[in-house]
């Protein structure tokens, strides 16, 4: 499984973009990088993935650089409930045999100040 | 998209007492997966159930074992409890043909 690292903590003003970086250098080319977050004591909510390009959805953009060496997730205006911590995972499609698990690492804890 | 449960929420034990704890996933979820999560760590993964059998196992013994029934239910049972499962628990599912994993809000489990 592709590692990845991640800030442990980041702060972002309400109301302005959060901006959280994740590196995966060590990606596959047919593994996708997933963003989940969990609230205090709450289970990981999904937000968005990716493969190769760009994507967006409800909740924040995905950004994957053209070597996919890297991604920011962006949560284009922060509010107090986005306060959570921020995992990125790298996972295999699919279609490879095996357990579809997900590796967490120990994320980014943001937090979004009034 | 959710509507993954998990029963019961909190749930205290002694050391070596068994527990088996429950999952709900919706409709059309055949794969559900069960993971470990210690205070102040990210989930580890104990193992995943496709259409009622195990599909894959992490780093845990066998005194962690699981069940999924044709309902979309699912149990995860724990024999011979230690203090350091003291955690909370985690159910995720995946609808059909997608990868996407749902998680549930988890079962907090204190072992004493």
């Known amino acids: 499984d592709a590692k990845t690292t991640q800030p442990p903590s980041m702060d972002c003003a309400e109301g302005r973009a959060a901006n959280l970086p994740c590196n995966h250098s060590t990606i596959s080319g047919n593994e996708y990088v997933y963003w989940y977050r969990q609230i205090h004591s709450q289970g990981p909510q999904y937000i968005i993935h990716?493969?190769?390009n760009n994507e967006t959805n409800e909740m924040a953009s995905l950004i994957i650089t053209e070597d996919r060496k890297s991604s920011t997730l962006i949560l284009p205006h922060a509010t107090l409930r986005d306060t959570a911590v921020y995992y990125c995972?790298?996972?295999?499609?699919?279609?490879?045999?095996?357990?579809?698990?997900?590796?967490f690492g120990q994320g980014t804890r943001l937090t979004i100040n009034p | 998209e959710t509507g993954v449960t998990q029963s019961p929420t909190h749930l205290i034990k002694t050391r070596g007492q068994q527990v088996t704890l429950r999952c709900s996933s919706q409709s059309g979820h055949n794969t559900v997966s069960w993971y470990q999560q210690a205070l102040g760590q990210g989930p580890q993964f104990i193992f995943q159930?496709?259409?009622?059998?195990?599909?894959g196992r992490g780093n845990f013994p066998p005194r962690f074992s699981g069940l999924q029934f044709p309902n979309y239910s699912s149990e995860l049972n724990v024999n011979a409890l230690e203090l350091d499962d003291s955690a909370l628990y985690l159910c995720?599912?995946?609808?059909?043909?997608?990868?996407?994993?749902?998680f549930g809000p988890g079962t907090r489990l204190t072992v004493l």
């Open positions: 990716g493969l190769k």
């Open positions: 995720a599912s995946s609808p059909k043909g997608a990868d996407t994993q749902y």
């Open positions: 995972i790298v996972r295999p499609p699919r279609s490879i045999q095996g357990a579809q698990k997900l590796v």
């Open positions: 159930y496709y259409r009622e059998e195990e599909n």
